[in-house]
């Protein structure tokens, strides 16, 4: 059940998911958002210069048909999947491990919201944020091969007479 249409921002797709914005419009969307804040504040760029390259380049709608088994046909539609996606994605690249600590810095810049592909007040919350992983880990998809908790740190490796204290 895939239905095109076509808004004034260009091609979106909606699922059963909800509304995908396809990569194309997301490139236009962070390069506009981005040149405007670098106009602002050049030096604030270069802060961000790999992550700006990573979301660029970092095509998902390779994988959205892997996400649509995951959400209901009923009920309201999800939004703003591939945005949370690309927002556990700076969460990994900027190495923070606590949700809500993650939330708070991609709400507090405008370079972050624009490279999750949002504008800051409309960065999605952390529960939103957890209901996306709990779909993603419960799955039976290879999507979820990649992820783990980024709640929880690694268990550290004992020897074979070590015993965790």
């Known amino acids: 059940m895939l239905t095109v249409i076509v808004t004034n921002l260009g091609r979106r797709v909606i699922f059963l998911l909800g509304i995908w914005r ?12 981005v040149n405007r804040e670098f106009k602002r504040n050049p030096k ?4 961000f210069e790999d992550a700006v390259l990573k979301m660029y ?3 998902l709608d390779c994988v959205r048909d892997d996400f649509e088994p995951l959400f209901s046909s009923t009920g309201k539609p999800s939004n ?21 600590k993650w939330i708070s810095f991609a709400k507090s810049s405008v ?16 529960s939103t944020h957890r209901d996306f992983y709990s779909r993603l880990w419960q799955s039976d998809s290879s999507v979820n091969s990649c ?19």
């Open 22 to 33: 396809c990569h194309a419009d997301y490139q236009i969307f962070m390069i506009e958002s």
């Open 111 to 126: 370079i972050l919201s624009a490279l999750i592909g949002v504008l800051p007040d409309n960065l999605p919350g952390e």
């Open 57 to 59: 380049f970092l095509n």
């Open 147 to 165: 992820f783990h908790s980024p709640e929880t740190k690694p268990s550290k490796k004992y020897g074979n007479n070590k015993v965790p204290p």
């Open 80 to 100: 703003q999947q591939p945005e949370i996606f690309r927002s556990f994605v700076l969460m990994n690249h900027f190495k923070y491990h606590q949700l809500e």
């Open 44 to 47: 604030a760029i270069a802060h």
